[in-house]
């Protein structure tokens, strides 16, 4: 059961200087997102459409970094939220800037989020972010970052 103080202590760690301590912090939260306040959820937007330059280095082979993995953490948050059919205007701006984030996953995940929201500018996203991408681009011979 979620509560208001862990939820409370949980929204604080969001503004840890450590990505790792974040990261942890947006995982613990998507399983009480029926629960999430106005407050929690203004940090994830934040975490979202703010740049950390000490989150920028490469973590893994796959060339992610720190803001890569707490973006699609965010994502992952906010479609357990979308999926309770919260109507919050911050919930499909915050879903709508992640479509343009580097990180492939954390745009499809925003992109599904989009769809269960369901309302008619959410799903007008949704699908020319989906019509956007429809075709192969791997074909180019660029390499991708996921």
């Not at 082979?61 to 973006?71: A, E, N, S």
């Amino acid at each position: 059961c979620a509560s208001r103080e862990v939820i409370s202590c949980l929204t604080k760690l969001l503004t840890s200087p450590h990505h790792e301590v974040v990261r942890q912090a947006l995982d613990a939260l998507v399983p009480m997102a029926s629960h999430l306040d106005v407050n929690c959820l203004s940090e994830i937007q934040r975490l979202i459409l703010d740049v950390n330059d000490e989150w920028q280095q490469s973590l893994v082979l796959r060339g992610w970094t720190g803001q890569d993995q707490v973006r699609m953490n965010a994502a992952l948050v906010l479609l357990s939220v979308a999926t309770l059919a919260k109507q919050d205007p911050g919930i499909e701006k915050s879903l709508t800037a992640l479509l343009a984030d580097p990180n492939g996953y954390a745009a499809a995940i925003a992109a599904e989020a989009l769809i269960r929201l369901s309302s008619a500018s959410a799903l007008s996203t949704a699908v020319k972010f989906l019509s956007d991408r429809r075709w192969d681009d791997t074909l180019l011979g660029t390499i991708k970052r996921y």
